[in-house]
């Protein structure tokens, strides 16, 4: 697998890979192709020890408007039952890369975020939306149940099982304060503001302890159906790891010496220092 997708863009700087989905005229929509390439690149960016966060975001009006109709709508009536679990289970797949992916992922919702773009946003650690923004699991609009890529799994978890049944069999789009009313966003910012939020967030993880952050992820994944004790044993596993990782000792460290810490790879969310400018006097 390869970090050179052909169908939206990506940016790897100072620590922070950038996603941002590129059909600004389909507002973002998904085509068969974006759907495999995203997976691959979530799955990617896991071995990318210069990916420490990641942001997700769609150009122009929309964060994604689901599947494209012309391009996927219009084919799925010529598959039979076999072809269409085919393609339920690649969308699935995204959502599943993105949940797999042992390092923060933030969506940028900058648009309308509706279909498989809410499920997206939904599957992300974290949701900062533009004031504008507005996000609908619409599926039931169109037919098909509300429990698609995952929405059932995830929403009941950030917003309760009430106000989740209550989203995934109307299929209302909800704008940004009613989002963050409920749960769903975590910050509501100036439209001009939705990215560098985001990515302001995003270098904040980014120089902090990479390795506690994959531990981090990895229990707020598992834990769903553990029993207390099992998940007091699980975190108590986890943190004995952190403790022995290096970057324990260095906040240990830099806290005694009162500087900042400087956790293992973090160096590289720092712009190289500018070169020094020659004397005016100096020859030449």
Request: charge should be negative.
């Amino acid at each position: 697998m390869t970090l050179s997708p052909t169908t939206f863009d990506l940016e790897i700087s100072r620590g922070i890979a950038q996603i941002t989905l590129n059909r600004p005229d389909r507002l973002n929509a998904l085509t068969f192709e974006v759907y495999g390439e995203l997976a691959q690149t979530f799955r990617s960016l896991e071995k990318a020890n210069d990916a420490r966060a990641v942001v997700i975001t769609g150009k122009g009006r929309g964060f994604c408007s689901g599947g494209d109709v012309e391009g996927i709508i219009a084919e799925l009536f010529a598959r039979d039952i076999t072809g269409l679990v085919e393609f339920t289970r690649v969308t699935g797949a995204l959502i599943q890369s993105i949940a797999e992916l042992r390092r923060p992922v933030i969506a940028a919702i900058n648009g309308v975020a509706v279909g498989a773009g809410a499920v997206i946003a939904a599957a992300c650690d974290l949701r900062i939306f533009a004031e504008s923004a507005r996000i609908g699991f619409i599926f039931p609009r169109v037919g098909l149940s509300g429990a698609d890529m995952g929405a059932s799994f995830l929403l009941p978890r950030i917003v309760g099982r009430g106000r989740a049944a209550e989203l995934l069999f109307f299929g209302d789009l909800l704008g940004a304060e009613e989002a963050y009313r409920i749960g769903l966003a975590n910050r509501v910012v100036p439209d001009a503001d939705v990215l560098a939020t985001a990515r302001g967030w995003a270098e904040r993880l980014a120089k902090g302890p990479t390795f506690a952050h994959r531990m981090t992820k990895q229990m707020l994944e598992s834990e769903h159906d553990m029993t207390l004790a099992a998940a007091i044993e699980a975190e108590a596993q986890a943190q004995a790891l952190c403790m022995a990782h290096p970057d324990f000792r260095e906040a240990f460290e830099a806290n005694k010496a009162k500087r900042p810490a400087r956790f293992l790879g973090a160096e590289i969310c720092d712009p190289p220092p500018a070169a020094p400018k020659a004397d005016a006097g100096s020859e030449t």
